[in-house]
């Protein structure tokens, strides 16, 4: 089976562009969540996707969005991209994920650097 | 919200056991998950509680104290591969988790 896919693996933008990265869950998996991981921060939770609904969002600004389409892939965008934004972005997702947590499988990640 | 600490770094030798503990304040708590992640990779899955007790994995074991809010991560048997940073993770019942800042573990020869 497949594991989690992220596209793409690396990237370079400048301030005040944009990005959009994608994730491809597992087979059968309908959860999705994305984390930013920094050194300095370690893994924060951004937001999670269930049936193509947002379940849950972290404490990040309105400039992070995301949805999730109806085969489950999941996309997030960051608008008017920031120095502090650079970051490696993860996608897990999971099986069930409806009333409670379950083991989440990771993605490669996707490295933004912001110049 | 979530609160999880761990310690930064440890240190042990190859064929030592370490036990890396955390402790976590969480509300709607539904679970307490372990993850290893060598460096410039994802992190895997190692495991997962949500019943007080003892959970055994081949050289890894993991524990739960759900009155004490508190976990701790055992490795038996350390081998040079096992050197990573290894994260504790609060599940809540609203769909997310909550990450520790990670534990670094270097096994030394």
């Known amino acids: 089976k497949a594991g989690v896919t992220q596209t793409p693996r690396y990237l370079i933008k400048t301030r005040g562009q944009q990005v959009t990265l994608s994730c491809s869950p597992i087979?059968?998996?309908?959860?999705v969540s994305w984390y930013q991981q920094t050194p300095g921060q370690g893994l924060q939770f951004l937001f999670e996707?269930?049936?193509?609904?947002?379940?849950n969002k972290g404490n990040f600004p309105g400039r992070f969005s995301g949805r999730q389409f109806s085969n489950s892939r999941s996309e997030m965008n960051v608008s008017t991209l920031e120095l502090g934004d650079s970051a490696l972005y993860l996608c897990?997702?999971?099986?069930?994920?409806?009333?409670?947590?379950?083991?989440?499988?990771f993605g490669p990640g996707t490295r933004l650097t912001v110049t | 919200g979530q609160n999880i600490d761990q310690p930064t770094e440890m240190t042990a030798t190859e064929g030592a056991i370490v036990q890396i503990n955390c402790t976590y304040q969480?509300?709607?708590?539904?679970?307490l998950f372990w993850y290893q992640q060598h460096a410039g990779e994802a992190p895997t899955f190692l495991s997962y509680?949500?019943?007080?007790g003892l959970e055994e994995k081949g050289r890894f074991s993991s524990f739960l104290s759900r009155s004490k809010g508190y976990s701790y991560l055992l490795l038996k048997e350390l081998q040079m591969k096992d050197s990573a940073s290894y994260l504790c993770?609060?599940?809540?019942?609203?769909?997310?988790?909550?990450f520790g800042a990670g534990t670094t573990v270097t096994v030394r020869a």
């Open positions: 969480t509300s709607g708590f539904n679970g």
């Open positions: 993770a609060g599940g809540s019942n609203d769909y997310k988790l909550s």
């Open positions: 996707y269930f049936s193509e609904t947002q379940r």
């Open positions: 509680n949500v019943l007080d």
């Open positions: 897990a997702s999971s099986l069930i994920g409806q009333s409670r947590s379950y083991e989440q499988y």
């Open positions: 087979s059968g998996h309908r959860s």
